[in-house]
């Protein structure tokens, strides 16, 4: 197998997140508190994994980060937008994940990485009040403000290259418009400032039209879009979403594969939550719920395929539901009931109950992420990188076959594809390997 030619991760890597809440701030401090050495990046495959290359026998089993040319932590700068939060430590108390004392030793480091004014309408996120906002009425030119923070950004903090993570609110649901079918379709809506356009596609837009790539953390369509699909192409910069897959969406992608893999039937799976976090506030509200449900109900059916087994997987009743509780802040419960049958169709009943914690789960997944896309520009990828879908909710399809949901079929995608971009067999598990 012949390797890529992969570019040298050289220089600084800029991380910059629209949205600068709960995740955000979690992922910073937590990679800060890496490189400190005051606390391992615990769930992130990028740093703890390794993999295994060519057989059992010959037991090469390096970690991923010394096997691929990834960004070492000592050189991602950090930066973004947010309507709300002043600076990173203040976004991380008012999210109350990490507790004081981890946040003290880092905190001067926190307090200096400051949100430039976003791009902000409320039409979208109604239940947030955003006030450092870009006081700009055309959406094109609030494209060109975030065109020139990015270029901003990367001279200030000499960076080499960049990437972007969606790590902002939910955006109220939307099917894709008129304005969404071509990049000269969507640039002519911006231009008209076309109401089917929101802030996180303007967002997408600078990134892209700045060769930055741009992974999706949130439900909303943003980079499924075909005018983004178009533009990531051309441009040649990879792009990847949708919705970190962390929590209940996880735990589902685990145990449903199981349940397939033993030919045992699903006749319903109640999923309910409750949180009290800000995006707990903002999924209060119906439309921006909409954009989560569509997002975390497309999985069963991926995973079990009852076209293919109508028997066992014909007939499920899927239920989801968030609601906002604010006692439990940024930790989150998630109740499933799930109802399975066995042989000769006896029923038997599963309750898994998750005391998680959001976004310590989501944290790792910024920075893999991160380091992925990165990695994959400098390998010359563009467009979906289809091969990230192990951290996402609704994985993009990279062409006209579904995403795979499995959690398993999904690292063994990561895994493999490592090994080929670095010129290594692929593992199949098979007797003979
Ligand atoms: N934590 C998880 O496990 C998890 C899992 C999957 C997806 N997500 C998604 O990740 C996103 C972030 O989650 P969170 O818990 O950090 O939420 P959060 O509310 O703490 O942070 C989101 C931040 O985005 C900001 N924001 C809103 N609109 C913006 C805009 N137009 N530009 C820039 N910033 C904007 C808000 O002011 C807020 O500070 C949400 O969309 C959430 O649904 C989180």
Redesign the pocket.
């Known amino acids: 197998m012949t390797a890529r030619t992969i570019a040298p991760a050289t220089g600084r890597l800029g991380v910059l997140t629209?949205?600068?809440?709960?995740?955000?701030s979690t992922f910073i401090a937590g990679v800060i508190a890496a490189r400190k050495g005051l606390k391992p990046p615990i769930g992130s495959v990028s740093q703890m994994a390794n993999i295994r290359l060519g057989t059992r026998e010959e037991g090469r089993n390096p970690l991923i980060r010394e096997f691929v040319p990834l960004a070492d932590l000592n050189d991602l700068v950090f930066g973004g937008?947010?309507?709300?939060?002043a600076n990173v430590l203040e976004?991380a108390e008012t999210?109350g994940v990490l507790d004081s004392t981890d946040l003290a030793s880092i905190s001067n480091e926190l307090e200096a990485i400051v949100p430039m004014d976003?791009?902000?309408d409320r039409r979208w996120?109604s239940k947030?009040d955003g006030v450092r906002v870009k006081k700009i009425e055309s959406k094109w030119d609030q494209a060109m403000a975030l065109i020139d923070d990015i270029a901003r950004f990367k001279a200030e903090n000499d960076c080499d290259r960049l990437v972007m993570v969606w790590?902002?609110?939910?955006e109220a649901y939307q099917e894709p418009s008129d304005c969404h079918a071509t990049v000269a379709s969507f640039e002519q809506g911006l231009r008209d400032n076309d109401a089917n356009i929101s802030?996180s596609q303007i967002y997408a837009y600078a990134a892209l039209q700045s060769d930055v790539p741009y992974a999706n953390?949130?439900p909303n369509l943003t980079v499924d879009l075909d005018c983004m699909i178009e533009l990531s192409k051309s441009r040649g910069v990879p792009i990847a979403g949708k919705?970190?897959k962390?929590?209940q969406t996880l735990m589902k992608t685990m145990l449903a594969p199981g349940f397939k893999a033993r030919m045992l039937g699903l006749r319903g799976w109640y999923s309910t939550n409750i949180l009290g976090?800000?995006?707990g506030e903002?999924l209060d509200d119906p439309e921006n719920f909409k954009s989560?449900e569509v997002s975390k109900l497309g999985v069963l059916d991926a995973i079990l395929q009852p076209e293919v087994y109508p028997d066992l997987y014909g007939n499920i009743d899927h239920v989801v539901r968030i609601n906002y509780y604010p006692p439990r802040g940024d930790n989150k419960e998630g109740w499933d009931a799930i109802d399975i049958f066995g042989w000769l169709g006896y029923p038997m009943q599963i309750k898994v109950d998750f005391m998680c914690r959001?976004?310590i789960?989501?944290a790792p997944i910024v920075l893999d992420l991160a380091l992925f896309m990165d990695l994959a520009a400098r390998a010359g990828a563009s467009g979906v990188q289809e091969w990230l879908s192990f951290y996402l909710?609704a994985p993009q399809a990279a062409g006209a076959t579904p995403a795979e949901h499995d959690l398993f079929i999904q690292q063994t995608k990561l895994k493999n594809t490592l090994r080929e971009w670095m010129g290594e067999q692929p593992v199949t598990h098979s007797e003979a390997g």
Request: aromatic letters at 8%; charged letters at 20%; proline letters at 8%.
């Open positions: 629209p949205g600068m809440g709960a995740v955000a937008w947010d309507p709300l939060s976004a999210a976003a791009v902000f996120v947030l790590c902002g609110s939910t802030p953390g949130a919705d970190f962390t929590g976090n800000r995006d903002v989560k959001d976004s789960l989501a909710k």
